[in-house]
């Protein structure tokens, strides 16, 4: 079955940098791309930036261009997502999903979810 | 970047009513493009409809979706105990995705 399970909860302070990790299994990961979405505490969902884990095309956000950089390992099945330059508006939980872009889009399987608190 | 606006922000409906769920575009979007996710406390989104009418693995068909160019609708024919939860349009144009800001459908 698919899944993606992600790296544990971070406390970082304001200035610093985080990477958080999503390991894929049960698909053909080069098959698919992997989106990174974000939900800051009782708010909505906000599309942070897209890579092709067959090219390693990326997209991004333009709130976050410059602060976000997303990769793959196609190796060990595992996307990154590095945020940069941490504020305390950027505390949220965050979301990998696979992500088919083709004749249609969708995020049809999703991480559990990572909780990053920027803090001093 | 499309900005899509969710309402209402929240319905108010008991079990067993219709919901109707409207997601706008501030420029038309592809129907292949349109997605609405369900999200309930505390858990990741769950991928309802895609292609803005098709049902994603294991959706009851209670779920429809409808739609095109700016205007779409989520319609929920008669609410379950388990549907209430907060609802979410996403589009992908321009190399893009953005979301709605949610509608959350509660318990009357």
């Known amino acids: 079955q698919v899944q993606l399970v992600q790296s544990g909860a971070e406390v970082k302070k304001p200035g610093a940098s985080v990477k958080v990790s999503c390991k894929a299994s049960g698909y053909t990961f080069t098959s698919y791309g992997i989106s990174w979405v974000r939900q800051a505490p009782g708010q909505g969902l906000e599309w942070m930036g897209w890579?092709?884990?067959?090219?390693?095309?990326?997209n991004y956000a333009q709130k976050l261009q410059g602060r976000v950089t997303v990769t793959t390992d196609t190796s060990t099945s595992t996307a990154y997502m590095e945020l940069r330059s941490l504020r305390s508006d950027d505390t949220a939980v965050y979301y990998c999903a696979r992500d088919w872009r083709s004749y249609c889009n969708y995020l049809d399987y999703w991480g559990q979810g990572t909780l990053v608190t920027v803090s001093s | 970047e499309i900005v899509l606006t969710q309402s209402p922000g929240t319905l108010s409906l008991s079990p067993g009513e219709r919901a109707t769920l409207s997601c706008r575009a501030s420029?038309?979007?592809?129907?292949?493009?349109l997605a609405w996710y369900q999200q309930k406390r505390g858990q990741a989104p769950r991928l309802l409809i895609y292609?803005?009418?098709s049902r994603a693995t294991g959706i009851p068909d209670r779920f429809s979706g409808s739609g095109s160019g700016t205007d779409f609708t989520l319609t929920i024919s008669r609410l379950e105990p388990e549907d209430f939860a907060v609802y979410y349009c996403?589009?992908?144009?321009?190399?893009?995705?953005?979301f709605g800001q949610g509608t959350k459908v509660e318990i009357k």
């Open positions: 890579i092709s884990a067959y090219n390693g095309n990326t």
């Open positions: 996403q589009q992908y144009g321009s190399s893009l995705e953005t």
């Open positions: 292609g803005a009418s």
């Open positions: 420029q038309s979007v592809s129907s292949s493009y």
